[in-house]
DNA sequence: CATCTTGTTACGTT
DNA sequence: AAACGTAACAAGAT
């Protein structure tokens, strides 16, 4: 579920522990949520800690303690944050709690697709740097954008928009909603996408991404009427643009949804003989 | 019971 | 070496 906006919006339910010591960790440790991380390290550091800030990047969040104590989770598929009370307890999808005196901050991930980071140090973790730009910042130029795409000529439009690497941040439904507003054909491979439908491209990257910040990331309520957000996962949904059914089919291993109307396959256009 | 899922990654092939 | 396709991961919803 979590793309850009959603994992802002999750983020922040930890805001109401900023400032507050850490006084017991709760895990379900065996998870595979924390695959990697030294876990009794983990759990024997952060105790008497204090949350100081936080902060999200493409699906990725890091939070920063006292004591030189870095925390990073990553949503996967199923993941959620959120504040309970401080004599919560635990239940079966809970798998990270942080108590603290008056709030408790819980991981919970029922498909266990998630991923719990750790890292102590001065400085930010060896995983929290070289990041590519997010597209809702200044540093996701066209020119980036373009020469990404070129690197991965022969992916499909749609697997491209994916890639994190790339485009930190976009998931499943927001690729869709950028290319049936760039009108692109997901399945066109990314060197072949026309100058003109670039441009468009980068425009309506920043637009849905700012977009869906705008409206997903203080109170998860909807993207706007008129997204293809809220036809694409409807059984005979349409195209919200030209009332066409939309088609559904799996790109770059993924469900993809798009227009055949609006979003078309650019062929070379014939001469008109004179 | 079968099939679906808003994500990533390991692995094999080109 | 880099790019690409696919299976696998886990569990709930339909």
Redesign the pocket.
């Known amino acids: 579920?979590?793309?850009l906006a959603?994992v802002e919006y999750y983020r922040k339910q930890w805001d109401c522990g900023l400032g507050q010591t850490i006084t017991a960790i709760r895990v379900h440790a065996k998870k595979?949520i924390f695959r990697g991380i030294a876990l009794t390290q983990f759990m024997e550091s952060l105790p008497g800690a204090v949350l100081l800030a936080s902060e999200a990047h493409?699906?990725?969040m890091l939070f920063r303690f006292s004591n030189h104590l870095w925390l990073g989770l990553?949503l996967?598929?199923t993941g959620k944050l959120r504040a309970e009370s401080p004599r919560f307890k635990p239940a079966?999808?809970d798998h990270l709690v942080l108590c603290q005196k008056s709030k408790t901050l819980v991981f919970s991930d029922?498909?266990?697709?998630g991923?719990v980071l750790f890292h102590q140090g001065s400085s930010k973790p060896d995983w929290w740097s070289n990041l590519p730009p997010s597209p809702i910042s200044a540093g996701f130029t066209f020119g980036r954008m373009q020469a990404y795409l070129s690197?991965?000529?022969?992916?499909?439009v749609k697997?491209?928009l994916?890639r994190?690497d790339g485009f930190p941040g976009i998931?499943?439904?927001m690729a869709d909603e950028i290319l049936w507003r760039a009108k692109l054909d997901p399945r066109i491979?990314?060197h072949s996408v026309p100058q003109a439908h670039l441009r468009m491209l980068w425009r309506m990257i920043g637009f849905v991404c700012r977009g869906a910040m705008k409206s997903i990331s203080p109170a998860f309520a909807d993207p706007p009427p008129g997204w293809l957000f809220h036809a694409r996962?409807r059984k005979g949904g349409q195209c919200p643009t030209d009332g066409a059914p939309l088609i559904?089919d799996?790109i770059?291993?993924?469900?993809t949804v798009w227009c055949p109307k609006c979003q078309r396959k650019t062929r070379v256009r014939k001469e008109i003989p004179s």
């Open positions: 579920m979590p793309e959603e595979r493409g699906k990725r990553h996967g598929m079966k999808h029922p498909r266990l697709f991923r690197r991965h000529r022969n992916l499909p697997a491209a994916l994190q998931g499943n439904w491979p990314s996962w559904r799996t770059g291993g993924r469900t």
